[in-house]
């Protein structure tokens, strides 16, 4: 990741930041600005000087601060929920079976024993977690399959459980670049048509760039 200040420039350049802001359109960097990493050139050249790197940047702070999160997901929220309540009826089964046995019935003191290691081993969920991983393996396979990457499997879980999704577009779910869509296209004119009108746009353009900006 690079920080990048513009020293000098001859031209406007125009400058993608989806990453950071989310915003398609290009943004004007000239003398002075900053140009930001994980953002793209789009036109012009510029000379500039490095004054940060890796995490001092602004987005290698973004993602330092994303990979530090260490928000404990709803699955394993459960996990314990399910451990703490079988430790606890363990642990009042394990008090009541020593009262019913030695004060109560007079077991001898290696059958009580028996009983209390069959109650301790039986009573806690030890296949669950292997069950449930393999289940949620499964699950980030079949994604896999579909071009999704899972990062997390306990987020798969989370995600089957979500109702609202947020998620920045630009770039990720989209291919961040602009269209022109003729059915939107407004003339003023009846001698003129919306193919003639972008014909003329395109003609009025750049032809070296190539970019649905130029058009505009």
């Known amino acids: 990741y690079l920080f990048c200040l513009v020293l000098n420039n001859y031209f406007l350049i125009f400058h993608l930041q989806p990453a950071l802001t989310g915003e398609s359109v290009p943004v004007i960097k000239s003398s002075g600005d900053g140009v930001y990493s994980s953002s793209t050139v789009k036109q012009d050249e510029i000379e500039g000087v490095v004054i940060a790197t890796g995490v001092h940047t602004f987005f290698g702070k973004a993602a330092h601060l994303v990979d530090s999160t260490n928000q404990v997901g709803h699955f394993q929220k459960v ?31 290696r059958p009580g024993i028996d009983n209390l290691l069959v109650l301790l081993i039986g009573g806690i969920p030890i296949a669950m977690p292997t069950v ?13 399959q579909q071009g999704a990457i899972t990062k997390r499997m306990t987020a798969i879980e989370e995600m089957a459980g979500m109702d609202v999704l947020c998620s920045d577009k630009t770039g990720t779910l989209t291919l961040n670049k602009l269209t022109v869509d003729k059915n939107l296209i407004e003339v003023f004119t009846k001698a003129l048509d919306a193919d003639t009108v972008v014909l003329m746009a395109a003609r009025a353009s750049r032809l070296e760039n190539q970019d649905t900006i130029d058009v505009q």
């Open 132 to 144: 449930l991983s393999v289940k949620m393996a499964t699950g980030s396979h079949r994604l896999s």
């Open 79 to 109: 996990l314990t929920a399910i451990g703490n309540f079988c430790i606890c009826s363990i642990a009042v089964g394990v008090v009541i079976e020593i009262i019913v046995m030695y004060p109560i019935q007079h077991r001898p003191y």
